[in-house]
């Protein structure tokens, strides 16, 4: 098999679990994303990979062979690191080459190799330059093209585009992307941004506190999140997730005066939905207007069921002003079941909510 | 208007440091130069113009030739083995091996002695006979050696004090520049497939570039500047064998009191010095990666 295979991964400093017996598949090609919120054990888990930290147990498999106690020279990667580690003392088209020529390689290949590099990602006239006459985006394409010149099948990228502007970074996106999609390799990519994970990614690993949360594609984890980690971590505003209590028929969002928007079950739940999945309607579940904030191509209102926040999005032009009643219906496909003590999805049946409900 | 103010502000400003550089650097030279073209003063008979006759003397003056020759072995030893060992120290201690603190202040102690305080040490390690080093090659048959007292050990029982010494002074500056090292470029290093070696080869030396050019000056005006265990422990003997240029400076011109001709050596001792430091700047600047 090619590509990344990682079972049971450990990575101990002290008393500190930064990655914590975690197991994942990298298939060939495949652009994989790690998610996560800061200190989660993203670049820990890249690092052990690359064999820059070793691993306090577990197994590592690069394209088949075992390289769980080989250095990092020896297990044919390459990465780019956030803050791109250029050697400040060679020029850009030295830096790329640095591999090449560290190993030998025949002096037309290399040749051959650098232009096929300097092409795909437009460094032509900077070959001459020191990394610090270059700006922050044409760094980056530098440091990418070194990763890209050894032609390994593994490519690991440590948040290389946390440095660069909004718009860079939307061009970096799809460069890397298409650089992937064209070179056929695994790429494993770390990111804290949810939205670079969703737009570029074929799987997206979303983890917490050195553990996989979900392993799954960006339409898994945004339709069908296995938790309210998740379901909160993807998608902006986050998903409401709210406390229900029982009444009759099921359970009805906490405070509310109705009407049940789940069945009940045998431990106590909690409802969520995507403030884009909601509407504003005639009659359905009753909420006061608090707040709304407007974005141009759409506006997020904020309302008060009971005591409890829900943010709805709406495209346009905001209709409604704070202090207003409304009502806020959802397509029942919308509604997301998870276990309030575990956090854990429930995939019990949804029950409609019916117009007259109420 | 407002830049010929600032001007005068500048000029100013610079004033006090121009004064004093001026007085104790710039016209000391110019003066020495001016008596080295002069005859010494003795008696009544006051100093007068001789043109080049000091320098005529001296290249006829057998223990000048063997100062600059002892001095050229003296600095073609000491600045390569103190800047070799130095690094090797400093990488040793970045290591990260275990009683850093310790290791690093043994290391640099030597520096923090004054050189007449080392010169007593080792005087001890280099008595004959009762001395340390004696002691230590009696049992393998090689006892008996006069270090500092046959002509042909005593320039290299200096050189080993002036390593010494030196060593753990460039050390500092190594190892503050190993640490200025990012550890992602020696990574970065690694990924790519360099062995050890290979990273030190062609990303750690690279980058210590400017700091071995630092050294590097200091080391060479230390190669003629620092004279003090001469004084302490041979006064140029045996036989001149430790004869070093300022060394032989002082001589003339504090104990036989030929003041012009001391002025002369003194004045091929600048030119030397400034021919250096032209070359490091000059050449070896431009070869040398700044961040
Ligand atoms: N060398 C180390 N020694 C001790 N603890 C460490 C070390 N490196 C990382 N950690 C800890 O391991 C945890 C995971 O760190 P890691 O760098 O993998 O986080 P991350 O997910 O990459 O976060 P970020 O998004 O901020 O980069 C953190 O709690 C961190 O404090
Ligand atoms: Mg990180």
Redesign the interface.
Known sequence: MSGIRVESLTKEWGTVRAVDGIGFEAGSPEFVTLLGPSGCGKSTTLRLIAGLEQATSGRIVIAGRDVTGLPASKRNLSMVFQSYALFPHLSVADNILFGLSIRGVPKAERKRRLSAVVDLLGLGRLLDRRPSQLSGGQQQRVALGRALIAETPVCLLDEPLSNLDAQLRAEMRNEIRGLQQRLRITMLFVTHDQTEAMSMADRIILMRDGRIEQNGTPVDLYERPASTFVARFIGTPPMNVLDLTPVDGGLAIAGSSGPAVAPSGSSPARLGVRPEHIGFAESGLAAIVQSVEYFGADTITACRVGQQLMLVRTPGRPALTPGTTTHLRWPPAAAHLFDATTGLRRDAPLQQLKPDAA | MKTSRNAIYGSLLLLPAAVLLWTFTYQPILVTIVDSLYSTPRGRRPARFIGLDHYETMMADPVFWKSLVNNLIYALTTIPLSIGLALAMALLVNAGIRGRALTRMAYFTPTVLPMVAVANIWMFFYTPDYGLLDQMLRPFGLGGNNWLGSSETALGALIAITVWKEAGFFMIFYLAALQQI?P??I?????????PS?VFR??TL??L?PTTLFVAINAVIGAFRLVDHVFAMTKGGPDNATMLLLYYIYQVGFSFWDTGYAAALTVILLAALALIAMFQFGYADRRV?Y?
Do not use: D
């Not at chain 2, 990574?187 to 790519?192: I, N, P």
């Open positions: 990012s992602a470029l990574e970065a290093a690694q990924l790519e497939g360099a062995a290979q062609r990303v690279p980058l570039m990666h961040r």
